[in-house]
């Protein structure tokens, strides 16, 4: 994600310029980090599922997935999404909009 602010800080700086408050910024930037952490682990989730399923066929084993387990393993990248667009989140937040549309 702070990759994705170096990327984007004309595009923070227009939209701080024309009103976005720092709250918006912080929204956005948390959002973007939460879903794309949630996906991935959403993906990931249904990648091994997929795996189970086909090796415990391979095998002739019975498949048994804890409703408990996916939840939970949904829940950590919801969680991870969080922790890891904060910081990114806020350092966009604060930036100067001058500044901001004024970088190369």
Do not use: C, H, N
Not at 15 to 37: H, N, T
């Amino acid at each position: 994600m702070l990759i994705s602010i170096r990327e984007r800080i004309k595009e923070i700086g227009l939209r701080r310029a024309i009103g976005a408050k720092r709250r918006d910024i912080l929204i956005q930037f948390l959002s973007e980090s939460v879903m794309l952490s949630f996906i991935g682990g959403l993906l990931g989730v249904l990648l091994g599922i997929i795996t189970a399923k086909a090796v415990a066929l391979s095998v002739d084993w019975s498949l048994i997935i804890p409703v408990s387990t996916v939840g939970v393993s949904l829940l950590s990248t919801f969680i991870i999404g969080i922790f890891a667009g904060v910081y990114p989140a806020i350092k966009a937040a604060l930036l100067d909009p001058i500044k901001a549309l004024q970088f190369e």
